[in-house]
């Protein structure tokens, strides 16, 4: 018999009230989520996925339909932006993920010294024995053993392997708390594991480290992203909010596309077909209601018509997100010239050097991405080259060169401006129908275009950005994480535009789907220069397989021998501890025959009878001798 879901939703609806009208967020959701289940759950930016999460995790009550969930099942829920407690320093945030299996651990160390004070075949050192048997089944279920090796994989894989954890999580840039976050998740290690856009912040070793770790997970995953290559390697199961409705697929992202489009062909069919039967059948009333001699046949027509669940309209039209970027003129074959760039921390004198000597020209029509480790530079190179920032040695622009940036910070917008306000001040000769016609193709409409910048989601955010980029007509576009904060079917759009523009593209981009399909080359950037790669992500992977293979080998090496000792330990600890009451048995055996013994020396007709004496005296030596063996090896197996 299978198990039960830990997790069992059933018919759920969840309203809002609008406008004097109740909305509904959620209706008629069914999800279980069983043990080992990874599930990827998407949508656009406001379906519903922050409700079902809460709904899920019991922050939120719905309106209808029901939620079982397991007993005592322990949910690890990781909000965007989690915030860490900013007093705290590394160590004791660990400390905080990992309480209860400290609490145990000081537990068993105060049981063992409390045991060895004990007076071995006592009432109380049988307490003990046992209060102490206890507390390693419970440490055992907690993974207690495996903890210290979680903590150091854990933190070498999200890159803090060097960090000094005293430090206060204050001091940590906001990429970095953000990714701690995440490693507190972890080494708590729920039975149910929520994460909400975990990829953003993470370079390309920490991805493929935490795909791997979230794949061979112990417990249930549920991971709300929009990183379409990271549900791919990760999710068994792809969960989509559409309407209000959710629909589940099985497999990756890939999958999902695949089989949305068959689920909408069929669902049009089915619709058509009904459409068909309905007009029969109201056309048969029609022309037979007045005869007397089919009034049967009709009424009989009539009472299906009425009982005739109506499949709604499937895919109804829907507005999409239309990017467009064009420009006016053409410009000269070399777009970008760098020699000899240096990048520096601070200042050239005295701050941290990013790289130096960078060499390297842009030309016309090229798509280029550029890649790398966190910290090393990426972003700090596009603002050098847009004179943001200083730098050494030479940046020129080619003739006849229009350049508009994307800031992934979109640092470029004031916050208290209304949306259409952001755009006037970049362009104050547009008029409102223009400005509102190009916040539209975006699906910003209406009375949205009054809300103040600073309230808007950071996708609608990132488009007010885009529609002010679009509206430049830009030859060169630079772009820094350009698909950080769009969902899947804004990123799917912009792709598209971006594949469908002739001019001249630089983004840095972690996005593993959109580097496969929008440019055709890889600047992969080291402290100490660059690589190219003539190709998208899959070729550069291709082309980097020796390198990252030794690198993952030798990492996958590390953690197996960690567990492999840890198991070992484990193991010796169980076979120890079995010895240890074993051994306390025999003792207690021992102690209650030698007792026996002694009260039967002690008999007249045994203490008499000199052959008798000297037999029950010669079984007490041995007893003795064989409890003070087993004392000898108790006390051995205690230290």
């Known amino acids: ?116 004070a004990s007076t071995p075949g006592s009432e109380e050192y049988r307490n003990l024995s046992e209060a102490y048997e206890k507390l390693t089944n419970q440490y055992d279920a907690l993974d207690g053993y495996t903890a210290d090796t979680r903590i150091n994989i854990v933190l070498n894989g999200l890159g803090f392997g060097d960090f000094n954890l005293e430090q206060k999580t204050a001091h940590l840039s906001g990429g970095e708390k953000i990714r701690f976050g995440i490693a507190k998740i972890l080494l708590h290690n729920p039975e149910l594991l929520i994460l909400d856009e975990p990829t953003n912040h993470l370079d390309f070793t920490m991805l493929t480290w935490l795909e791997d770790y979230l794949s061979s997970y112990k417990g249930s995953v549920l991971i709300v992203s929009h990183d379409r290559y990271f549900l791919d390697k990760v999710a068994y199961n792809i969960c989509e909010i559409e309407n209000g409705n959710l629909y589940k697929y099985k497999g990756g992202y890939s999958a999902f596309l695949t089989q949305k489009e068959e689920r909408i062909r069929h669902a049009e069919k089915e619709y058509e077909k009904q459409q068909s039967e309905l007009a029969a059948m109201r056309d048969y009333v029609a022309k037979n209601l007045v005869k007397s001699s089919s009034s049967n046949s009709v009424g009989s027509r009539v009472k299906a018509l009425e009982k005739m669940e109506l499949q709604a309209k499937p895919n109804p039209k829907q507005k999409e997100v239309h990017f467009k970027f064009e420009y006016d003129f053409e410009p000269h074959k070399v777009v970008l010239s760098c020699k000899d760039v240096g990048i520096y921390v601070g200042n050239a004198a005295t701050g941290k050097q990013l790289y130096e000597n960078i060499s390297l020209e842009v030309l016309k029509g090229e798509k280029i991405a550029i890649i790398g480790k966190n910290g090393v530079g990426k972003s700090s190179f596009l603002k050098a080259v847009l004179k943001k920032i200083p730098y050494t040695g030479q940046i ?51 009375e949205a275009v009054f809300k103040r910048v600073r309230d808007l989601s950071g996708a609608n955010r990132a488009k007010v950005a885009f529609c002010i980029i679009m509206l430049k007509r830009a030859n060169v576009l630079i772009f820094d994480e350009p698909t950080n904060h769009l969902d899947y079917i804004a990123k799917e759009a912009l792709d598209d535009a971006l594949k469908e523009f002739t001019g001249t593209l630089i983004t840095v981009s972690h996005d593993r789907y959109f580097l496969n399909c929008v440019p055709d080359k890889i600047i992969e950037m080291f402290p100490t220069g660059f690589n190219e790669y003539n190709g998208g992500y899959d070729y550069y992977l291709e082309h980097k397989k020796p390198e990252i293979v030794e690198k993952t080998v030798k990492a996958d090496s590390e953690n197996k021998a960690a567990y492999k000792e840890n198991k070992k330990n484990k193991a010796d600890d169980r076979k120890r501890r079995a010895k240890l009451l074993s051994l306390q048995r025999e003792m207690d055996s021992l102690e209650d025959e030698i007792a026996t013994l002694k009260a039967e020396s002690e008999k007249p007709d045994v203490s008499s009878d000199y052959q008798k004496l000297s037999d029950i005296l010669a079984l007490i030596a041995d007893k003795e001798s064989c409890l003070e063996d087993a004392e000898t090896e108790w006390l051995e197996l205690s230290e």
């Not at 939703?9 to 209706?27: C, M, P």
């Not at 080992?36 to 309106?63: C, E, H, Q, R, Y």
């Not at 004031?414 to 129908?433: C, G, Q, S, W």
């Open 1 to 116: 018999m299978a198990d039960a879901p830990i997790i069992d939703i059933v018919n759920l609806e969840k309203r809002y009230r609008s406008k004097n009208t109740d909305v509904f967020a959620l209706q008629g959701i069914d999800l279980a989520i069983n043990k080992g289940d990874i599930f990827g759950v998407i949508g656009k930016s406001g379906a519903g996925k922050s409700t079902l999460l809460n709904i899920i995790t019991g922050i939120l009550p719905f309106d209808s339909g029901t939620r079982t969930v397991k007993s005592s099942l322990e949910i690890g829920y990781l909000k965007q932006n989690e915030a860490l407690n900013s007093e705290n320093t590394l160590r004791e945030e660990i400390e905080d993920a990992l309480s209860e299996v400290y609490d145990v651990r000081e537990k068993l160390l105060e049981a063992s010294k409390r045991i060895s």
């Open 396 to 446: 020129k622009f080619g003739g006849n060169v229009k350049v508009a940036y994307f800031d992934q910070e979109l640092g470029d917008l004031n916050l208290d401006d209304t949306v259409i306000e952001a755009v006037h001040r970049a362009y104050p000769t547009k008029t409102e129908f223009e400005i509102r016609s190009a916040l539209g193709r975006l699906l910003i409409e209406d």
